[in-house]
């Protein structure tokens, strides 16, 4: 049986990884202007306060694992900074390649917080489409193995081993799959991991990775799920965000995309892979799906 998490984060391909640390002491705020890829953070030692914009401020001890898969503008300062601190302005594209230590308040003395931060790029040219069924903050406490994980991240990024690139990918592939592991459940916001949260909807959701070719039906993919065809449609449209048919064209488009990107088959082979009986139903669709016909797409797709 596929596991869509896995699948999700193949057709992301991350990959171009830095990382750095992050210390701060005394009265001090940041605000970072939106960055658009994503960053993770770890706390080392101590606490701070982190507002994203569009969620509501938390509160970052010693353990905590945050992840931005999209990271917007956001705000981060020194626990008892108040509104008196004003924060200073970071376009996060001035770091990119520091991979030093960087601090905020004091410059001198023992940090009050210590952390380990950093930021990746999605390879896939469809990542925002992606990136829509995840939350937009990830906020884990105790997460010693997400902590571990960045802590090899920080190691492998400094330095300038053979294979360093491959390591890196591999690692940030476990970090996002240990993260987002963690991140699903009835919290979630709509969208593939809330769905994968419900076993009911998980055993339909895995059905579509592992056949889409298959002429699903809502009633074929509510058998699956061991529910009523109303009951279904009704619980993966709120779980998940669309309607189950939706879902599966969405799927077979994002494959269908990363295939002609690959160059693995001519369009009729491709369109059978995604449950089209023709090229030229495929062609239509994912014309309607895309804008560009599939071989337009292919001819222009990086």
Do not use: N
């Amino acid at each position: 049986m596929a596991d869509p998490l896995s699948d999700l984060i193949a057709l992301l391909r991350p990959s171009t990884v830095f990382a750095k640390g992050i210390g701060g002491r005394g009265q001090w705020a940041v605000r970072y202007s939106s960055f658009g890829d994503p960053s993770f953070c770890t706390v080392l030692q101590g606490r701070c306060r982190l507002t994203v914009d569009g969620a509501d401020p938390v509160t970052l001890i010693a353990g905590d694992f945050v992840l931005l898969p999209a990271t917007p503008g956001f705000t981060m300062s020194a626990i008892d900074a108040g509104a008196t601190c004003d924060p200073v302005m970071i376009d996060p594209h001035d770091t990119t390649g520091f991979s030093g230590e960087m601090r905020h308040g004091e410059p001198d003395g023992e940090p009050d917080v210590r952390m380990l931060g950093g930021y990746f790029a999605f390879a896939s040219p469809d990542a925002g489409l992606l990136v829509s069924q995840l939350p937009t903050l990830i906020h884990l406490r105790g997460a010693e193995r997400l902590a571990a994980l960045v802590q090899m991240v920080r190691s492998e990024a400094g330095g300038d081993r053979p294979g360093r690139d491959l390591v890196l990918a591999r690692l940030v592939e476990i970090l996002l799959v240990e993260a987002l592991r963690a991140a699903g459940g009835d919290e979630a916001p709509p969208g593939m991991l809330r769905g994968l949260g419900d076993p009911r909807l998980a055993s339909a959701i895995r059905c579509i990775h592992d056949a889409p070719a298959h002429p699903w039906t809502v009633a074929a993919l509510a058998q699956e799920a061991a529910l009523s065809r109303s009951a279904f449609f009704d619980r993966f449209a709120r779980t998940v965000g669309v309607p189950p048919m939706e879902y599966v064209q969405s799927w077979r488009m994002s494959l269908a995309k990363d295939m002609l990107r690959r160059r693995t088959g001519r369009i009729d082979e491709i369109a059978e892979r995604v449950g089209y009986g023709s090229a030229s139903a495929f062609s239509t669709a994912f014309a309607r799906a895309v804008g560009v016909p599939p071989r337009r797409f292919a001819m222009t797709a990086g």
